[in-house]
């Protein structure tokens, strides 16, 4: 038989250990920071880390995790001091985080806190839920193979054993009930004689055998034990429909007296780029889903920039700003398969109508204080810390790919991963005299003959014989030559160039890739993206944090963290929020303890 399975929802406020510690017990301090036992039991409890199923494993694990949240939190701490925290897309995303804590909030206090599932509605549920299925069936396509369940179910195995094997083997898709409508007349007539509670001997049907069992719900003791069996289930469904029908109903009350206005030309503005954009997905034909592109957005952005501040939904005297509409869309469901792009409008006016819902019940929060409320404040700084802490190693990355200086030592550091340098040939003139050169490199300019000036003024030994021309050379090599000379491009001229044995001045005559495909700038940024952006920000993020790390500051409870119980079981939780919308349950921890416990000299905890 197949059951519908209710979803299970976690809220970080039910776990608490019912024994112990206190949830507000400081655990560790990171200068004014602090992490509790209850964060460490929730997020321990709810997310992945490594090793973390390893039951043999968990005092060290446990340590690893403290380590890595006192590590989340000197991200933190460097990132604020740093003004990242006042960057404008954390800060944009932090206020949406924010409003969708305090909806959620909301929901809980005015719509979860009053819905009440009583057991007569169970029960009524649970009889309505039997009445619709009248049969249970084993089945085969094979008659020997029904047979022989047949002489199984003879020799004293029950039906229930058997049924539930058949389960088993088979995907949920394949698995039905019979009902009424389903059954040819020929083959109802021959289970309507059954007795309730009663099994056939084998039948056949249109598409194999049937061993049927007739349902007998008039029986006290097997009604008792599905009803048990299910019960959780079928209140879980009865609460889910009846929160979902308190929420229309609060919602409906929020907008009495009120109306959405939306600014015409923004409104209209919006739905075009994304129509436009959609339409061009489909001339493409890349995916038979549909989704506007992010670039849509950063693109209206930049036309509204002197707007964004300016009105695009208005209820009553609450607005939301054109910047704010945009955010709030892009982060909207907005998929839509391509065989249904003439829908688009109709999505389009659906989801604007959920924004103005979630835009009113913000406001609603908001006149509520509920940004204040502990378990709003308590999600936003445990949200904020993770945040924060995940731009470090992305900065740190831009920083290293912006500087030229450290693609460079890497590239040429690294010839196992990029294989042997590009190699180029220069004509090249030489001269101690800047000024001097300059005036040849006027003349060059002028259109004068590189290989006939370097012949004459070029200071280099040997140069005169060669007018000027350096053969094949790895760019690796000459210094600065070879760096400047490998992001040119055949026919350009650099310099004058300071070398230790003058200044130079030269142009490109040829390229060639013994092994490498690099070309250039471009194309090496690329390349040591691929091969080294992982590793790169590991180690640099490594090396802040042990900086950060040994100027004190950090303390740990070991006693304490002893104490706390964990579950040992990887879990990856997702919490449906009120109002709309899903997150983790709690946010991912990157394991970067060991770093933290070598600038506080205090060694690593490995785990094997």
Known sequence: MKYLLSAVLFSLPLLAAAQGLSDDAVLASVGNEKITVGEFRARFALGIFPYK???????VVKIQ?????????????????QGFDAEDRFRRNRKMAEEMFMRDRLYRDSVRAHVRVTDEEIHARFVEEQQRIQFEFLFNTSESEIQNLHRLLQSGIPFDTLLAEQQRMTSEEEQSDLHESELDAA??????AMTPGTVSAPIRGGDGWYIVRKMDYGNPFRSEFELQKRSKRIESQLRMEKEADETKAFVRRLWQGREAHFEDEPYRALGQALLVNCRAQERADTSDMLLPQHHVFDSLRSIWAMRLEQPFLRIGEWTLGIGDALD????????LPASELSTFPRLYLTRMHEMADRFLVTMEATRLGLEQHPDVRRDMAMWTANGLAQMIPELLWEQ????????????????????????VKIVEILMRDEAALSDIIARFRNGEDLHDLAEQYSERPGAADRKGEFGYFPVSENGLI???????RIADAAGPVSTPDGFSFFQLVDKRYPGSAISGWDALRDSVTAAARPGLMQRKTDDLLKRLAARGGISV????????????????TIRALGFGGRIPAVPGVMPLYEAVMEGMGEGTAVAP
């Open 400 to 423: 290293f790919i912006a500087s030229d200086d450290s693609i460079w030592n890497y590239y040429v550091s690294h010839p196992a991963i990029f294989g042997p340098p590009v190699e």
């Open 53 to 59: 199923d390893q039951e043999r494993l968990t005092p």
């Open 187 to 192: 083959f109802r007539s021959r289970i309507d």
């Open 328 to 335: 709030r869309f892009e982060a909207s469901d907005l998929r």
């Open 65 to 81: 995790f403290l380590y890595s949240l006192i590590a989340e939190r000197l991200l933190m701490a460097e990132a604020e001091r």
């Open 557 to 572: 409870d070991m006693k304490m963290l002893e104490e706390i119980p964990v579950a040992t079981m990887q879990m990856f």
């Open 482 to 488: 070879g760096r400047t000379a490998f992001g040119l």
